[in-house]
């Protein structure tokens, strides 16, 4: 799968029906790759961040530019 393709964002599966490591961005309306290991999200910035509506309550994000980490409480990224 290559950066930038469209692909139902209602499903999160690309065109063959295979789930995608991808996670729309509402924000930015289009599709973004991110770095994930479990529940632990990685970004090169805060604007590659997902929704926090859209990853499970508990989830982390790091902007490696900065080094911040949110967690999502399910409505809202907090800073931890």
């Known amino acids: 799968m290559a950066a930038g393709q469209q692909y ?6 690309d ?4 789930k995608t490591p991808a996670v729309y961005m509402s924000t930015l309306n ?3 790759m991110l770095y ?11 604007a590659t961040r997902p929704a926090a509506t859209d990853v499970p309550v508990g989830a982390t994000f790091m902007a490696v ?5 949110w967690m999502s409480n399910g409505t809202d990224w907090k800073v931890i």
């Open 15 to 18: 065109q063959s029906f295979v």
């Open 30 to 32: 289009e599709w973004v």
């Open 36 to 46: 994930a290991n479990g529940m632990e999200l990685f970004g090169a910035t805060v």
């Open 8 to 13: 139902n964002k209602h499903l999160n599966y």
């Open 65 to 69: 530019d900065s080094l911040e980490v």
